[in-house]
C-alpha cells in the first residue's frame, strides 16, 4: 500500500486540492450558461427562476411543458395570433425571433423540474372535476393530464389551478385565441363546479406525472 503510494507522482496528490481551492474561490469556473438559459433570465421576472409562475394565477407554469408545445406558443405570441398584453413585449423585444433561439429557450424550459407543486383548489369540486377530465379531456391530454411530446398535446399537469380555471373561461367566453375549435363545445358543457375541479385536480398531478429533469 505505501509502495502504491510513492509510486503516485506528487502532482495527483495536489491537483484535487487546487482544483477544490479554485472552485471554493472562483465562480467563474462554473458551466457557463447555456443559450436557452440566458434567454429564459427575462422571462424569469414573471414566470419565476424556477419556471413556476404565479401561484395565483396570472403567469402559468412552464416548467417541464413539451418542447414542441413551448415553440408553437412562442411563435404563435410572436406572431400575434395569441396575444396578452403581458407577453407582448416578448415579441416586442424580438426575443424569440430567431428559430434556433426559440429552439434553444423551449429545451431549457422544457427540462425545469417538473414536480414541483403547483397551487391547489379546494377540493371541493375534485371528484366531478376528476371524472369531466377523464371523459372529455383524457383522450388527448393524458389519464392525468401529461399531455402528448410527440403530438404537441400540452401538458396541463401541475399548472396552477387559477390559471387553468382562467383558461377554460376565457375559452367559453370567446378570450383565448389558438385553443382548438373542438374545445369551445367541450368547456360550455362542464358546470362550474366541474371547472373547478378540473383544474383542481390537474394542479395536483404534478408529482405523479414529472419526468426527471435532464439537467
Ligand atoms: C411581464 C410578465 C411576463 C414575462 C416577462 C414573460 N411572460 Fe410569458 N406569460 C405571462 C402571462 C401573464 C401569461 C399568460 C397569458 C394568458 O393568460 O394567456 C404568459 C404565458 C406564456 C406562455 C403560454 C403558456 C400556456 O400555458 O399557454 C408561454 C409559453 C410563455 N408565457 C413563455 C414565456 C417566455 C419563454 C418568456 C421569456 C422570453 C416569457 N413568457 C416572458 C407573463 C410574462
Ligand atoms: C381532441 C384532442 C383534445 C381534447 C379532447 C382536449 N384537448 Fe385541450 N388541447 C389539445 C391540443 C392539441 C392543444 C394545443 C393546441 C391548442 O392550443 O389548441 C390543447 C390545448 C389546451 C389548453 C391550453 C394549454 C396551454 O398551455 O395554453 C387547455 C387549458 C386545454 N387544452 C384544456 C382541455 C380540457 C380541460 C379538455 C377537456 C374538457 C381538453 N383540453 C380536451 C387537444 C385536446
Not at 506528487?10 to 457557463?32: E, G, I, N
Not at 374545445?183 to 383542481?200: M, N, Q, S
Request: proline share 7%.
Amino acid at each position: 500500500m505505501i509502495a502504491v503510494m510513492s509510486d503516485l507522482p506528487v502532482r495527483a496528490c495536489v491537483f484535487p486540492v487546487v482544483l477544490a481551492l479554485s472552485l471554493w474561490t472562483s465562480p467563474a469556473v462554473a458551466d457557463p450558461p447555456t443559450r436557452g438559459e440566458s434567454l429564459f433570465a427575462t422571462c424569469s421576472a414573471c414566470h419565476g427562476a424556477a419556471g413556476m409562475g404565479q401561484p395565483d394565477g396570472p403567469a402559468p407554469v412552464l416548467a417541464g411543458q413539451h418542447e414542441r408545445v413551448l415553440i408553437r406558443q412562442l411563435a404563435d405570441y410572436r406572431d400575434g395570433t395569441r396575444w396578452d398584453p403581458r407577453m407582448e413585449h416578448v415579441a416586442r423585444l424580438r426575443i424569440v425571433e430567431r428559430p434556433d433561439d426559440l429552439v434553444a429557450l423551449a429545451a431549457f424550459v422544457s427540462h425545469l423540474d417538473a414536480s414541483l407543486p403547483a397551487a391547489i383548489g379546494s377540493g371541493a369540486g375534485l371528484d366531478a372535476g376528476a371524472r369531466a377530465f377523464v371523459m372529455e379531456c383524457s383522450v388527448c391530454h393524458g389519464a392525468t393530464g401529461q399531455g402528448d411530446a410527440v403530438r404537441g398535446v400540452p401538458r396541463l399537469a401541475g399548472q396552477h389551478h387559477g390559471y387553468l380555471k382562467r383558461q377554460v373561461q376565457d375559452a367559453v367566453e370567446g378570450r383565448r385565441p389558438r385553443l382548438q375549435a373542438s374545445h369551445g363545445p367541450r368547456f360550455a358543457a362542464l358546470t362550474a363546479l366541474e371547472i373547478d375541479g378540473l383544474a383542481d385536480y390537474l394542479s395536483r398531478n404534478a408529482r405523479r406525472v414529472a419526468p426527471a429533469p435532464a439537467r
